[in-house]
């Protein structure tokens, strides 16, 4: 079945950096798109960022600059990098995937930043 597991989580001061990474199975890697989302307390889910099977990046106007997405086909796994993190991003981060005509999500990883 499919599976997505998200790590690299923690607690952040401002200014500072995060490597999320989101361990993928049972579905074709190399050909889906995968989505980074965030959800703040209170807030709705929103996407953060997203990576094609070419490797071709979007990103939300919130976070473009300083947040990168890249992915490694022989691991199945993708990667978010966070810097120059800001008390607003503080969220639970959630890896995301559209296959075999279902959505798919991680359990997400918990990012605070705070001084």
């Known amino acids: 079945q499919v599976q997505l597991v998200e790590s690299g989580g923690g607690l952040v001061q401002p200014g500072g950096s995060l490597s999320l990474s989101c361990a993928t199975s049972g579905f074709q890697f190399p050909v889906n798109t995968m989505y980074w989302y965030r959800q703040a307390p209170g807030k709705t889910r929103e996407l953060v960022a997203k990576i094609t099977p070419g490797n071709t990046t979007d990103y939300s106007n919130k976070v473009k600059g300083p947040f990168t997405t890249s992915r490694d086909k022989a691991k199945s796994t993708v990667w978010l990098q966070m810097n120059n993190l800001r008390t607003e991003d503080t969220a639970v981060y959630y890896c995301?995937?559209?296959?075999?005509?279902?959505?798919?999500w991680g359990q997400g990883t918990q990012v605070t930043v705070s001084s």
């Open positions: 995301n995937v559209f296959a075999d005509e279902e959505f798919y």
